[in-house]
T-cell receptor
Framework: DQQVKQNSPSLSVQEGRISILNCDYTNSMFDYFLWYKKYPAEGPTFLISISSIKDKNEDGRFTVFLNKSAKHLSLHIVPSQPGDSAVYFCAASASRSSNYKLTFGKGTLLTVNP | EPEVTQTPSHQVTQMGQEVILRCVPISNHLYFYWYRQILGQKVEFLVSFYNNEISEKSEIFDDQFSVERPDGSNFTLKIRSTKLEDSAMYFC???????????FGPGTRLTVL
């Protein structure tokens, strides 16, 4: 039951270039989407989120785009830095649910090469 | 900056033993969660807790699991009789309300032998 899918297990980019991480979802009830960054043996760190009433949200080098009709979101990191190397998780929640639990994708390992 | 803390960072136990994982959520948050990640798999929801009661639990959260908020700061997950398959990273998270961004603790690595 993969309601949130990250189809690329890994991505490798050069320092200074753009990193684009993709995420697809199947549950139409999802209306809030988040990206988390995770280093080994640490907890997920919140990066950026987007509500379904928007199609873009920007925070510094990070931009998230949401295409509701395609049930697709993407995280753009520009410019990429070696310190961005980590696993990135896409997560989604449904506000109509009373508990706002997060459903996660399997993650994409981003490697930024100097 | 406020953060979620968890203790211990690593717990090793024998199968059948009880373990208690502890979390201190961010102080003004109202929603509390436990998630786990088995090695190589995705982070999966276990239970949510709001207004001093469980608001939802997953299929994983069977009778061997329980949660408690014994005072105004701590949030605990108890596994009554651990199994080998309970070995995982357990993450506590808290959220303050809409839009319900959740902030995660560093995790407890549970190893069941």
């Amino acid at each position: 039951d993969q309601q949130v899918k990250q189809n690329s297990p890994s991505l490798s980019v050069q320092e200074g270039r753009i990193s684009i991480l993709n995420c697809d979802y199947t549950n139409s009830m999802f209306d809030y989407f988040l990206w988390y960054k995770k280093y080994p043996a640490e907890g997920p760190t919140f990066l950026i989120s987007i509500s379904s009433i928007k199609d873009k949200n920007e925070d510094g080098r990070f931009t998230v785009f949401l295409n509701k009709s395609a049930k697709h979101l993407s995280l753009h990191i520009v410019p990429s830095q070696p310190g961005d190397s980590a696993v990135y998780f896409c997560a989604a929640s449904a506000s109509r649910s009373s508990n706002y639990k997060l459903t996660f994708g399997k993650g994409t390992l981003l490697t930024v090469n100097p | 900056e406020p953060e979620v803390t968890q203790t211990p960072s690593h717990q090793v136990t024998q199968m059948g033993q009880e373990v208690i994982l502890r979390c201190v959520p961010i102080s003004n948050h109202l929603y509390f969660y436990w998630y786990r990640q088995i090695l190589g798999q995705k982070v999966e929801f276990l239970v949510s807790f709001y207004n001093n009661e469980i608001s939802e639990k997953s299929e994983i959260f069977d009778d061997q699991f329980s949660v408690e908020r014994p005072d105004g700061s701590n949030f605990t997950l108890k596994i009554r009789s651990t199994k080998l398959e309970d070995s995982a990273m357990y993450f506590c998270a808290s959220g303050g309300g809409p839009p319900h961004t959740q902030y995660f603790g560093p995790g407890t690595r549970l190893t069941v032998l």
